[in-house]
């Protein structure tokens, strides 16, 4: 029963901006660690975004940080990535995911580090 959708994913062009939305059910996240990831076939899960269960921390990739931002609306139990000036490089399928077990001001940057994960949602860049 405790689940989180991503949705929002999408085909754009270079330079363009997209929304991901991650909403929870079944259990209120907004003192849980939450985290963006994103995957390429027959890669590794990699780390993109988070934000700690108790206070304002954030983190990102290197490779977001600047164009990313993280945030979290606990009236809808909800987190969301906004993303500007996209590159083709980005194109994965993007989950978020929730760690539940300790409420902690760290940001959790390792995907063996959550407990709890979306289906994912697949954004593609184009040239």
């Known amino acids: 029963q405790v689940r989180l959708e991503e949705s929002g994913g999408g085909l754009v062009q270079a330079g363009e901006s997209l929304r991901l939305s991650c909403v929870g059910s079944g259990r209120t996240f907004s003192r849980d660690a939450m985290g963006w990831f994103r995957q390429v076939y027959g890669k590794e899960r990699e780390f993109v975004a988070g934000?700690?269960?108790?206070?304002?921390?954030?983190n990102y990739a290197d490779s977001v940080k600047g164009r990313f931002t993280i945030s979290r609306d606990d009236a809808k139990n909800s987190v969301t990535l906004e993303m500007n000036s996209l590159k083709p490089e980005d194109t994965a399928v993007y989950y978020c995911a929730a760690f539940t077990t300790t409420r902690t001001t760290a940001v959790v940057t390792t995907a063996g580090g959550y407990d709890t994960w979306g289906q994912g949602t697949q954004v593609t860049v184009s040239l």
């Open positions: 934000i700690a269960g108790v206070g304002t921390r954030k």
